[in-house]
């Protein structure tokens, strides 16, 4: 099947790339609150899957796995800074283009005989210019991702405007009104002021927290402080009561409506041109955000479910609708389901692997999935089953254990580490993470020998660990937390030598 005689009709694709954005805060994938009413449409109407994980986070790793089809530590992008934050160069097998003229995403859709856009600051934010590698067309919204979605949803709407009628087009759309600082406007209101807050977290949860150390923690929302910014009012910098607990939930779920909301707008313009109906529209995010688990609050900084764990909602005209498909994948698997369904080759540098038959109710996942954050922690985890194995290679001055370990299906917000317990587990876990770091490295180019997660730990650590611990260890002896200083200056002393 190819997408220019897709059962008799054009193919256009509608991929919304919802920055930050958490599967379990939407109606769809079971939350109480109202965030997400466009998107569960979406969800009714086509398939929706749970079990889909980035393969590496956050936000420049993630973004890089999706468009190359590769894992970081096949492209070397596994962190926001230093070597590890540039994807290596083909070197000497390199043509009159490098790879991505043939691998990314956007260059299989162009194959396919679609005309490719983008709208997103992206490639600015993280001077990842290759993200634009592919598309036709790339527009900037020029706000390095402090965009809200009023800023963003005119570019959008101007292009369906000139495009939507025409055939064989891929739209890609970048929303970040999920991700930190919490920004929809006061004039939006709270939609949730009189809604509770996850029934998981008390009073003896905020207690606990308040009482851990690492940056993003409950005492320094804003990274390594409690500061706030007068232009972000939904944003605190420090939870001391239960009311600054629902400020910060209240704050990311007013985003995601707000998000939805718009959305909505666009939804509303392909119904108004006549091809909503034969729109495919996929929903996803790049990674979630840690809102409470490990103790940590308004960040995507762990290998964990948490940061880890995204949406994924496909709604295929034509498939059947209403399907849930719960087997384990990579969102890197989806650029490889696309060729499939639209009847081109992958190219041969992917990862992924297609899981077409899922769009028939078939089962086409993965046996287990190695997640992989290097920008705030070095860490690798494993999802097998309902476990979640975590091994910790530096841990952001959060004073993580080497390995932890967490039943996902009784314990989902990860406040129970079952690593003394279960030691045939982690022996599990830590058997299936060697596998796969042996498979990964047999796969590398000849001149890319090296595993970059240890890059990134020889040039100082994660690039928003390193050099912060001095005036980090100040801040915890005037915040009743000295007793963490010898721990962390043990762990870490070349932060205390500046090398």
Aim: charged residues 20%; hydrophobic residues 35%; negative net charge.
């Amino acid at each position: 099947m190819s997408a220019w005689d897709w059962h008799g009709k054009p193919m256009r694709i509608l991929y919304l790339d919802l920055d930050t954005l958490r599967a379990d805060h939407l109606g769809c994938y079971g939350y109480p609150r109202n965030t997400s009413p466009f998107i569960d449409q979406m969800a009714r109407q086509g398939i929706r899957f749970d079990n889909v994980y980035c393969s590496d986070a956050p936000c420049l790793p993630s973004r890089s796995a999706l468009m190359s089809g590769r894992f970081g530590i096949h492209t070397g992008v596994v962190g926001h800074g230093g070597s590890a934050a540039d994807r290596r160069l083909d070197g000497q097998f390199r043509g009159f283009r490098d790879s991505l003229d043939y691998s990314s995403l956007p260059a299989l859709l162009r194959r396919a005989k679609l005309r490719t856009a983008v709208v997103s600051p992206f490639a600015e934010r993280h001077g990842a210019w290759w993200f634009y590698a592919g598309y036709n067309e790339a527009y900037n919204t020029g706000r390095g991702g402090m965009e809200s979605a009023e800023e963003v949803t005119p570019t959008v709407l101007d292009w369906l405007a000139r495009n939507a009628s025409t055939d064989n087009w891929f739209l890609h759309v970048n929303y970040w009104d999920a991700h930190t600082p919490y920004r929809a406007p006061q004039s939006f209101g709270n939609p949730f002021q009189n809604d509770p807050i996850p029934a998981w977290f008390t009073e003896d949860t905020l207690r606990r927290h308040r009482a851990m150390v690492g940056p993003h923690t409950a005492r320094e929302i804003s990274m390594y402080d409690s500061s706030t910014s007068p232009a972000y009012p939904r944003h605190p910098g420090e939870l001391a009561t239960m009311t600054d607990v629902r400020r910060m939930i209240d704050g990311y779920d007013c985003g995601i409506r707000y998000m939805d909301m718009h959305i909505g707008m666009l939804l509303d313009a392909l119904a108004h041109q006549g091809v909503l109906d034969d729109v495919i529209v996929i929903i996803s995010a790049d990674h979630g955000e840690n809102q409470g688990e490990l103790g940590i609050y308004g960040e995507h900084a762990t290998a964990d479910h948490a940061t880890c764990h995204i949406p994924l909602i496909v709604r295929w005209p034509g498939k059947p609708n209403g399907l849930v498909d719960t087997a384990l994948h990579y969102q890197l698997d989806l650029p490889p389901t696309l060729a499939e369904l639209l009847g081109e080759p992958a190219p041969p540098l992917w990862d992924g692997h297609s899981f077409a038959p899922s769009f028939e109710g078939l089962t086409a996942g993965r046996e287990h999935l190695v997640v992989s954050q290097c920008a705030h922690v070095c860490q690798r985890s494993v999802r097998f089953g309902t476990w979640l194995y975590m091994r910790t290679y530096h841990d952001g001055f959060h004073l993580f254990p080497q390995e932890m370990l967490y039943d996902l299906s009784a314990d989902p917000y990860e406040e129970h580490n079952l690593a003394e317990q279960r030691l045939d587990l982690c022996r599990e876990g830590a058997h299936r993470l060697m596998d796969w770091h042996d498979a990964m490295m047999a796969g590398m180019p000849q001149a890319y020998d090296v595993d970059p997660l240890w890059t990134v730990i020889k040039e100082g650590g994660p690039e928003h660990a390193r050099g912060r611990l001095r005036e980090y260890c100040k801040r915890l002896e005037q915040t009743e937390r000295g007793w963490a200083v010898p721990e962390l200056k043990r762990r870490h002393p070349r932060e205390l030598i500046g090398l």
